[in-house]
C-alpha cells in the first residue's frame, strides 16, 4: 500500500508540468467530488452541528468549484474542463455509521486528515508548477484546503472537549456555558435546538443574515450588536438592559430555549467588568430557573486573573 507520502510524489510528478488550462481543469473535478461527498456524509448524520458543517464544506467546495469554472470560462471561452489523467488530491471516501461520540470524531478526523493533505499537495505544486498562472491557482487552492481543516478542526475539539468532559447533550444540564469560539459555540447550540427541538436568540456582531444562514431551517433569532440604531439590533452601551428581554424568553419561551452571546469581549469595551457580569449572572440564573441554556464566548486574555476566575465559576467553560 502506497503511503501518504509516495502518493503525495505521484501527484505533484503527474501535475508538475501540466498546462494552466489542464491545472484548472484538474481542481475543478476535484472540488465537484469533493462537494458531492460532504453532501453524502451530511445526509448521513443524525447529530444536527456536524450536519451543518458538512452542508457549509459541500457549499464551500461548490462555490470553489464555480470560481475555477469561471477562471476557465474566461481563459477558454470555447472550451469545457476535461478529466486529467492524474490522481486525485482528495483520499478515498470514508463512512461510518455515526452511531457514537467516536464515530463522529473518527469521520472529522479522517476529513482533517485528507483536507490537511490536499493543502500539502496544492503547496507543494505551487512550487514545483512550471508557469506563474498555476502557481497562482495552486496556492489558493492551498489556503482553501486549510480553510476548511480549521473549519473541521473546531467540530473536532468541540466533540473531543465534550467527550473529555462527559458532557452528553441528552443530560445537559440547564446553566451557563462557555466558549472561547464563536463557532464552537454554535455547533454546540445547533446541537440544543436542532430538529425543531426547541429555539434560541444570538447576539453577536457577525451579520444577521449570514448567522441565521448558518442555523439553516433551525428557530434561530439575531440580534446584532452595533452602535448603528436598526431593527432587531442593540447598542452595546445599553445591552444589561437585554436582560429582562431574555428573561421573558426564557419563561414563556420552548422547553430548551437557549440564549448565544457571541462577543463578551466586545461588549465589554463599553460596560465595565461589574456592570455585565451582573447582567449575566441574571441571565443565566434564569436559564437555570427554566430549564434553559446561556452560552457566551469569551477569551481569558481579554479579562484580568480576577474576572476570568468569577466568569469561569459561573460559566462552565466547554472548549
Known amino acids: 500500500m502506497q503511503s501518504p507520502g509516495e502518493y503525495l510524489k505521484k501527484i505533484v ?3 508538475k508540468d501540466k498546462s494552466p488550462k489542464e491545472v484548472l481543469s484538474y481542481a475543478i473535478f476535484n472540488e465537484d467530488e469533493e462537494a458531492k461527498y460532504y453532501l453524502e456524509l451530511a445526509s448521513k448524520v443524525e447529530r444536527e452541528s456536524i450536519r451543518l458543517l458538512f452542508i457549509k464544506m459541500s457549499e464551500d467546495s461548490e462555490k ?7 477562471i476557465f470560462k474566461k481563459l477558454y471561452p470555447d472550451e469545457e474542463p ?7 488530491v482528495e483520499v478515498a471516501p470514508f463512512h461510518t455509521e455515526f452511531e457514537s461520540v467516536g464515530g463522529y470524531l473518527e469521520a472529522l478526523k479522517y476529513c482533517m486528515q485528507s483536507e490537511l493533505f490536499a493543502r500539502k499537495t496544492y503547496e ?3 512550487k514545483k508548477a512550471e508557469n506563474d498562472e498555476s502557481k497562482e491557482i495552486f496556492a ?6 486549510q480553510d476548511h481543516y480549521d473549519a473541521l478542526k473546531k467540530a473536532y475539539d468541540l466533540m473531543t472537549s465534550l467527550r473529555e468532559k462527559e ?6 444540564k440547564p446553566g451557563g456555558y462557555l466558549f472561547t469560539d464563536r463557532f464552537k459555540a454554535r455547533y454546540f447550540l445547533a446541537d440544543i435546538i436542532g430538529k425543531g427541538k426547541s429555539e434560541a436568540i444570538i447576539f453577536t456582531r457577525d451579520a444577521p443574515d449570514a448567522t441565521i444562514k448558518f442555523f439553516r431551517e433551525n428557530k434561530v433569532r439575531v440580534i446584532w450588536i452595533s452602535t448603528t440604531a436598526t431593527r432587531n439590533s442593540i447598542n452595546p452601551a445599553g445591552f444589561s ?5 431574555i428573561r421573558v424568553f426564557f419563561e414563556t419561551g420552548m422547553e430548551g430555549a437557549a440564549v448565544l452571546i457571541e462577543d463578551i469581549g466586545y461588549l465589554l469595551l463599553e460596560l465595565e467588568f461589574k456592570k455585565l457580569m451582573d447582567a449575566l449572572t441574571y441571565m443565566r440564573d434564569y436559564a437555570l430557573l427554566n430549564g434553559a441554556y446561556l452560552l457566551i464566548v469569551a477569551t481569558g486574555e481579554l479579562f484580568e486573573r480576577r474576572e476570568w476566575a468569577l ?3 459561573e460559566f462552565k467553560l466547554i472548549s
Open 13 to 15: 510528478q503527474s501535475l
Open 64 to 70: 470553489h468549484k464555480n470560481w475555477l469554472y469561471t
Open 82 to 88: 476535461t478529466k486529467i489523467d492524474a490522481p486525485p
Open 124 to 126: 507543494m505544486l505551487a
Open 140 to 145: 489558493q487552492l492551498a489556503v482553501m484546503e
Open 167 to 172: 458532557i452528553e447533550l441528552k443530560n445537559l
Open 241 to 245: 438592559k437585554a436582560r429582562e428581554q
Open 311 to 313: 466568569l469561569t465559576s
